[in-house]
Every structure is written in C-alpha cells, then in structure tokens.
C-alpha cells in the first residue's frame, strides 16, 4: 500500500526524536524487548470503529492514544469517511497544537500529538451524488464536489480547511 510507503521517505529519526518516541511506547506498554530504541517512523493504521479515547488516549490511566502513538510518523486513516464524525472533529486541535491533553478530576496529562495524517477516501461512494445540480463520474469528480459531500455528512468545513493535499488516483 502506498500509504505505509510514506515514512520511508521521510528523514531519518534523530537521536532525541527516537528518545522521546522510546519513552512515549514505554508509557503505553507497547516497547518491545527486543528492539530497545525505536529507530524507524512509526506508521499507525487505526481501525475505523476506534473511539475518540482510542485515538486521542485516555483511560482511568491516561495513555497515550493512536496520534501519540504515530509520533514522529504517520497516522493513516483508511476510508476515512468510515470514522465517527466526534472522532475526526476530535483530531483538529490536537493536530494544529502539536499535542493533546487529557483532564481527569485531580490531575491532567498531555501527550505530544505530532504526526503526518494521511487519509484515504472511496471516491466511489461519491458516484451518484448531486453536486451543483449535475452527476459526477469517478474520472469527473471534483474537490468542490467532495468536500460538498464531506460537509453534507455532518463534518466541519473545519477539518477539510486543514488539508494540504488532496489527490485522486
């Protein structure tokens, strides 16, 4: 898949970027034994049914969720339309403040949210819509076309306003 291709052209992690991804998979329980320090870009590939808690962290202890996760790499969200509305409106403040704070009743955690997100969307599923009073084709689609559907299906224009490139293949 070409998505998961994308943290291999990135730079190389630094020696602190490693440090602080090792420390944040050490938090979460997910360290492997085998591999001490963590070297490569993490590439996070959630499942659409994953929650607001799953994603952004949470828990009677606060761990780190899926954006921490994918630290200093990429967050692939696949069918992105799949997701619950709460969960993709729930990325936009902690993808521009580069991190996300968890409140409990007597204390606080945040954890650094800076990753790449990267989303895919079955443009087929925007085949018989009606934008602009005509029918797009899959090879006619237009971004107008999509992010009309994008906002008709209850998300913020918000979230699509964060997109820095967007192409069909």
Request: hydrophobic share 40%; with cysteine.
């Amino acid at each position: 898949m070409l998505a998961k291709r994308i943290p291999t052209i990135m730079p190389e992690l630094s020696y602190e970027e490693s440090m602080e991804l090792t420390k944040i998979y050490s938090v979460a329980g997910k360290l492997d034994k085998n591999t001490p320090l963590i070297t490569n870009r993490p590439f996070r590939n959630p499942h659409h049914n994953i929650t607001s808690a799953g994603l952004l962290g949470g828990g009677r202890i606060p761990k780190p969720g899926e954006i921490t996760l994918a630290g200093k790499g990429v967050l692939f969200l696949d069918e992105m339309t799949e997701f619950g509305i709460s969960v993709i409106e729930s990325l936009r403040q902690p993808l521009e403040d580069k991190k996300v704070t968890i409140v409990r009743l007597n204390s606080s955690f945040t954890y650094p949210a800076d990753c790449m997100l990267a989303a895919a969307i079955n443009v087929a599923e925007v085949l018989s819509i009606q934008c602009k009073s005509r029918v797009f084709t899959i090879k006619t689609v237009e971004m107008a076309c999509l992010l009309e559907y994008w906002i008709s299906k209850g998300y913020s224009d918000n979230f699509s306003d964060m997109t820095y490139l967007r192409q069909f293949l």
